[in-house]
């Protein structure tokens, strides 16, 4: 029986999609882990929307600089450098879309990777910005703001109920339409329309692996499902 090195050798276009058990080896806590500490009382679904920010910025804010600071402190694991890797040993070949926002895809050297729900290093205005909103010079606080007129920042990522950036979720839909085999990894796939993605490469015939030591939502798709953690499996997988 052909092995999922075979379909990645005879592949011409490779979509791989990720999720949190992307960076568990790095350390990174995934979504759906019991979250420890001061931020064992919040599930991440209380903390990650508009209107809790509205009501409780600093208490948002500062789960966020928590996570921000917890990744300041991991790196990215051998499953993301052997995507990297691939991506440089064979340009065009392997697009990479993320629902992670800890950046460790692009510290490990993916290029292009499409963030879906953005970014945790990125901020930005949480109203429409004013002329007197000038990012260069925030007041500092928790969160910071603008000293003229008060305006808050907020963390660039994508909070419960709100809309992907089109151009990413254009990028992805492309290669999800594009791809002849799927790498799903580290994902539950619970929510969309990431997981989206990976139905609609298995409704045009594309072959769909997922890598995930536990079941998913979408085993479903899946051609071949690998219970093992990324970072053991993808090193193995991606070499020539
Ligand atoms: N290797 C591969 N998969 C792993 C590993 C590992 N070492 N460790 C855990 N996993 C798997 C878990 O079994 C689980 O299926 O990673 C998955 C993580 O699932 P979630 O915590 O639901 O994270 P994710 O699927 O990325 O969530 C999607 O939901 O919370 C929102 O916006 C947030 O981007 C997030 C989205």
């Given at each position: 029986?052909?092995?999922?090195?075979?379909?990645?050798?005879?592949a011409?276009?490779?979509?791989?999609?990720?999720?949190?058990?992307?960076?568990a080896?790095?350390?990174?806590?995934?979504?759906?882990?019991?979250q420890?500490?001061l931020?064992?009382?919040?599930?991440?679904?209380?903390?990650?929307?508009?209107?809790?920010?509205r009501?409780?910025?600093?208490r948002?804010?500062?789960?966020?600089?928590?996570?921000?600071?917890?990744?300041a402190?991991?790196?990215?694991n051998?499953g993301?450098?052997?995507?990297?890797?691939?991506?440089?040993?064979?340009?065009?070949?392997l697009?990479?879309?993320t629902?992670?926002?800890?950046?460790?895809?692009?510290?490990?050297?993916?290029?292009?990777?499409?963030?879906?729900?953005?970014?945790?290093?990125?901020?930005?205005?949480?109203?429409?910005?004013?002329?007197?909103?000038?990012?260069?010079?925030?007041?500092?606080?928790?969160?910071?703001?603008?000293p003229?007129?008060?305006?808050?920042?907020?963390?660039?990522?994508?909070?419960?109920?709100?809309?992907?950036?089109?151009?990413?979720?254009?990028?992805?839909?492309?290669?999800?339409?594009?791809?002849?085999?799927?790498?799903?990894?580290?994902?539950s796939?619970?929510?969309?329309?990431?997981?989206?993605?990976?139905?609609?490469?298995h409704?045009?015939?594309?072959?769909v692996?997922?890598?995930n030591?536990?079941?998913?939502?979408?085993?479903?798709?899946?051609?071949?499902?690998l219970?093992?953690?990324?970072?053991?499996?993808?090193?193995?997988?991606?070499?020539?």
């Open positions: 029986m052909p092995t999922v090195r075979d379909w990645i050798g005879s011409h276009h490779i979509a791989v999609l990720t999720g949190a058990g992307m960076s080896e790095s350390g990174v806590p995934t979504f759906r882990d019991a420890t500490g931020w064992a009382q919040f599930k991440p679904e209380d903390l990650a929307t508009e209107d809790a920010f009501a409780h910025p600093r948002v804010w500062d789960w966020y600089q928590f996570r921000r600071d917890m990744i402190r991991v790196a990215p051998a993301h450098l052997a995507l990297a890797a691939f991506q440089q040993r064979h340009p065009g070949r697009t990479l879309i629902q992670n926002v800890d950046g460790l895809h692009q510290r490990a050297g993916s290029t292009d990777a499409i963030a879906l729900h953005g970014n945790l290093a990125d901020d930005r205005w949480l109203d429409m910005p004013r002329d007197c909103c000038d990012p260069e010079f925030v007041e500092a606080g928790h969160p910071p703001h603008c003229t007129c008060g305006n808050l920042r907020r963390p660039a990522v994508v909070w419960f109920g709100e809309m992907l950036p089109l151009p990413a979720l254009d990028a992805a839909q492309k290669a999800a339409n594009r791809c002849d085999l799927m790498l799903v990894v580290g994902t796939g619970l929510v969309y329309p990431a997981a989206g993605l990976a139905h609609t490469a409704r045009r015939g594309a072959r692996v997922v890598i030591p536990e079941a998913t939502e979408l085993d479903v798709v899946a051609d071949l499902c219970h093992e953690p990324a970072a053991q499996c993808l090193p193995t997988l991606l070499e020539d």
